[in-house]
């Protein structure tokens, strides 16, 4: 029998707490323990599982005691029962909890807030699963990166990319954002192009790919507006879609399933009801997709608090097991969460 990789979340809200549940699903991984700053109601949710929690940051075990909570020792602790650390801290604290992980000794996966220059590579499975492999620090790309980077994995291999356009329209805030606005108004980024391109070349270095994106009031799902322009176009849009619906952590919405936009969408997870109902697959229509010569158009949504999760995980695997394989890991990691396998 193999040994599992002992793995730990360090950073228990809304990424933390969806890969912790994912990694506790994984047949070759074991959850050693999750970090919390402060008790809450994921604190809780946490102990309830039968996590481990451990302290994280400036985190007080008088203030979990108070609440009833036990802690079983800090970060450091945690650290030397492990062999991987997932870093779903906000943004920007995973650059200064690396150094944190260097002299412990293990390795690390990072998430999209940081810089590219925390990890040896960044991360996404469709796109670059082999970069990782045998790596000791990782970071897996945002959201919206991962939206875009599994299309490009899915084109580019087949028809190639001349030029990619997209429009991102994004989630003003996560659902438990309560502070964050804006409640009515469409706010457009000022940065021209976005980061988000230079983003999706940390996977893809010779793309050629321009990104602009605005903040709409709307806390489920962003929504890409895509212009591709083929290199080699196939015959048909049939064939595009076909192409999607034969990718892994794709989900094609047909006419008759009446899935007009975002909410439908987080309503088909909720009839789904896999982990916190969420969404981790790219959501492309039949009818919101498009080829005209060699011209793509298409709309994906992206539901921006689960689709990383199973990127995390292939990280995870990539990093420990340097003869992994990304379609075998991907099965696996889609099956242990629930998702559909592809269908090609
Ligand atoms: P979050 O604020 O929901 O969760 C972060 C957690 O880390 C909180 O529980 C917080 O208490 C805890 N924390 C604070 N300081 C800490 C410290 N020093 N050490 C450990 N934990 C600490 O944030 P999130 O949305 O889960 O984002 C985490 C990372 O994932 C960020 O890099 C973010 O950019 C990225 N990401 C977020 C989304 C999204 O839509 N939420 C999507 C993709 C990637």
């Known amino acids: 029998m193999t040994t599992k990789v002992r793995v730990a979340v360090n950073g228990y809200g809304t990424i933390g707490k969806r890969v912790a549940d994912a990694v506790a699903r994984q047949s070759d991984m074991e959850l050693v323990g999750v970090t919390k700053t402060r008790p809450s109601f994921e604190a809780r949710r946490a102990a309830e599982k039968g996590y481990p929690l451990y302290l994280a940051g400036d985190g007080a075990e008088a203030d979990f005691a108070a609440a009833g909570l036990s802690v079983a020792g800090r970060l450091a602790d945690l650290l030397k029962k492990i062999d991987l650390v997932v870093d779903a801290s906000p943004d920007k604290v995973g650059k200064s909890n690396a150094a944190l992980y260097r002299a412990a000794g293990v390795r690390a996966v990072f998430q999209g807030g940081e810089k590219s220059d925390v990890a040896e590579t960044s991360f996404n499975a469709l796109g670059n699963f082999a970069a990782a492999l045998g790596k000791r620090f990782v970071r897996v790309v945002s959201c919206n990166t991962t939206g875009l980077a599994r299309a490009v994995a899915v084109l580019s291999p087949k028809w190639g990319v001349e030029h990619w356009e997209a429009t991102l ?104 009801g896999i982990g916190f109902n969420d969404m981790m697959e790219n959501v492309v229509w039949e009818e919101g997709l498009k080829l005209d010569g060699p011209d793509l158009y298409f709309f994906q949504a992206i539901h921006q608090e689960s689709i990383v999760v199973p990127e995390n995980i292939d990280a995870i695997r990539a990093m420990t097991n340097p003869s992994a394989n990304a379609a075998a890991s991907i099965a696996q990691t889609d099956r242990a969460l629930g998702l559909a396998p592809a269908a090609g």
């Open 169 to 272: 329209v994004r989630r003003a805030a996560d659902p438990a954002e309560s502070k964050r606005g804006p409640i009515n108004g469409i706010l457009p980024t000022f940065q021209l192009p976005s980061h988000h391109g230079p983003d999706v070349r940390t996977i893809f270095p010779e793309l050629s790919i321009a990104t602009t994106a605005v903040v709409v009031p709307t806390t489920l799902m962003h929504v890409h507006v895509n212009h591709v322009r083929l290199r080699r176009p196939p015959g048909s849009t049939a064939e595009v879609l076909a192409a999607f619906r034969a990718a892994p952590r794709f989900r094609v919405f047909a006419p008759w399933e009446h899935v007009d936009g975002t909410p439908q969408v987080m309503e088909f997870a909720r009839d789904r």
